[in-house]
C-alpha cells in the first residue's frame, strides 16, 4: 500500500537550517565590515598598572581596570594581556567582567559585544567571546556561552557549554535591536 506524505506536516528542518545560516550570515556581516580604518589609528591604553615592555617578543599584563582606543574600536575589562612577536602586537586576551567591545562598522552601525572573556588573535583574526556572551548591532542580536568570529572569512560558530543555548533575533530593515529573548520556560 502507498503512503503519501501530507506536505504540512514535512519536518521543518530544511526552512530552519536556512533560516538559521540567513542570521550567522547577517550578524557575521557587520563583524567582517568592522571599521577598516581603525587599524591606522593610534592605540590609547589606559590601566591602573602595566607590567612588561611594549617591544622584541613579550607579554604584557594590564589590570586595574583596562580602557584601550583606537579609532571607533573601544574596550573596557578588567584585565587584559597583550603578546607582542617583533614589537607588533599578535593576541589580546581581556578578562573580568564583563569585558564590553563596541565599534563602528564601515558602514555607520554600531557593534556592541559583552563577555566574561574575549581572546582576539591578531594573527589569525579570529576573535572567541566566551562567557555570558551578548553581541547587538542595529538589525539584531546574539546570545550564548561562545562565540567564535573569523574576521577574514566571516565565519561565525556559536554554542552553549553545558546546557547553554545560542540565541538570536534578526529585525527587518528599519527596526532597532533588542536583546534575544531569555527563555523563561525552564528548559
Known amino acids: ?37 581603525d587599524r591606522n589609528q593610534p592605540m590609547d591604553i589606559d590601566a591602573g598598572r602595566q607590567v612588561g615592555t611594549f617591544s622584541g617578543d613579550s607579554v604584557n599584563t594590564l589590570s586595574g581596570g583596562v580602557h584601550i582606543t583606537q ?24 578578562s573580568g567582567g564583563p569585558v564590553v567591545l563596541k565599534q563602528v562598522m564601515d558602514d555607520g552601525t554600531p557593534l556592541t559585544a559583552r563577555a566574561n572573556g574575549v581572546d582576539y588573535n591578531l594573527k589569525t583574526e579570529i576573535v572567541v567571546f566566551t562567557g555570558s556572551v551578548q553581541i547587538q548591532q542595529p538589525r539584531g542580536s546574539m546570545s550564548g556561552e561562545r562565540v567564535v568570529y573569523n574576521l577574514k572569512t566571516g565565519s561565525v560558530d556559536s554554542g552553549g557549554e553545558g546546557s547553554g543555548r545560542v540565541k538570536m533575533r534578526i529585525l527587518p530593515r528599519n527596526a532597532r535591536a533588542t536583546p534575544a529573548a531569555d527563555d523563561k520556560g525552564g528548559n
Not at 73 to 83: E, F, V
Open 1 to 37: 500500500m502507498s503512503r503519501k506524505t501530507d506536505p504540512s506536516r514535512r519536518p521543518a528542518a530544511p526552512r530552519a537550517s536556512a533560516l538559521l545560516l540567513a542570521v550567522v550570515a547577517s550578524l557575521a556581516a557587520a563583524t567582517v565590515a568592522a571599521r577598516s580604518s
Open 71 to 94: 579609532g571607533s574600536l573601544d574596550i573596557t575589562s578588567d584585565g587584559a594581556r597583550i603578546t607582542l612577536a617583533g614589537g607588533e602586537p599578535t593576541r589580546a586576551v581581556f
